[in-house]
C-alpha cells in the first residue's frame, strides 16, 4: 500500500514549480494530494504520512500568513510522529522561528557562511557531494544547518551540510525536484539532470521518512 503524502502549494512562496517537481519525484512511490492556505477538510492529515514543504521565493516571514488556517492541523499532525520534508523555503521553516521542529539546530544562509562558494542570491547550481557522490544541484538562496546532532545526508562544497535528517523532520537545501526549464542559462544547461535528482530525493523520501524501511529503488 502506497505511503501518502501532501504537499503544500503556495505561489511563489512554495511554487507551482517545485510543488510539480515534487509530484513528479514522489508519486511513483507515494500517493500525493495537494494542500493550500485555504482551510484543509476536517480529517486531511489522518492518511498522511508526510508533509512537504517545497521551495519557491519569497520571504520566510509569509510563513503565518499563508499557513494560519492549517498550523493547528499541521502541529497536531506533527506532535503525533507525523514526519516533514522542508526543501529550500521549507527547510527554513523548520527552524525556531517557524514550526520549531529541531532540537538545538538552525536553518542559516549559507551564501553567509564561512568560506560558502556562493555569496549572493540566484539560481545556479551548487558543488555538494550526495551520500558519498559528487553532483551539481539547482541551488537558490537555501540554507544549511547548524548545530545540535542529526545524520548528515549530503554536503556542500565548504563542508557545511546540505541535507540532514533529524528524527522524523528532513530538510534539503538545494533543489532535487528541480526541471528542465529550470536550466535554461547556457553554462547551466549541460548540467541538467535528466531527472536523476528526482529519483534521488525519492530514495532520501523512502529511506529517511517513510517506514517500514525498503531496499534501494534504483
Request: charged share 20%.
Amino acid at each position: 500500500m502506497k505511503s501518502t503524502v501532501a504537499v503544500f502549494l503556495h505561489h511563489p512562496t512554495c511554487s507551482t514549480d517545485s510543488v510539480n517537481g515534487v509530484i513528479a519525484a514522489l508519486s511513483p512511490m507515494v500517493h500525493v494530494k495537494l494542500f493550500t492556505r485555504h482551510k484543509v477538510q476536517e480529517g486531511f492529515f489522518d492518511d498522511v504520512d508526510l508533509v512537504v514543504f517545497p521551495g519557491g521565493n519569497g520571504e520566510a516571514t509569509t510563513f503565518r500568513s499563508i499557513l494560519k488556517p492549517n498550523l493547528p492541523d499541521i502541529r497536531a499532525f506533527l506532535r503525533r510522529g507525523g514526519k516533514y520534508l522542508g526543501i529550500c523555503m521549507g527547510a527554513y521553516w523548520a527552524d525556531a522561528y517557524y514550526f520549531n521542529l529541531l532540537k538545538t539546530t538552525r536553518c542559516v544562509q549559507y551564501i553567509k557562511r564561512p568560506k560558502a562558494d556562493i555569496r549572493s542570491s540566484y539560481g545556479t547550481t551548487a558543488p555538494v557531494t550526495w551520500r558519498g557522490q559528487d553532483e551539481r544541484m539547482y541551488f537558490y538562496d537555501g540554507p544549511t544547518f547548524t548545530g545540535g546532532q542529526f545524520d548528515t545526508v549530503a554536503s556542500y562544497a565548504n563542508g557545511d551540510p546540505m541535507a540532514i535528517v533529524q528524527g522524523n523532520i528532513g530538510l534539503v537545501g538545494c533543489h532535487l525536484e528541480s526541471q528542465a526549464h529550470w536550466y535554461t542559462k547556457k553554462y547551466m544547461q549541460p548540467q541538467w539532470h535528466q531527472n536523476r535528482h528526482h529519483r534521488m530525493l525519492l530514495q532520501y523520501v523512502v529511506d529517511y521518512l517513510l517506514k517500514p524501511p525498503q531496499l534501494s529503488l534504483f
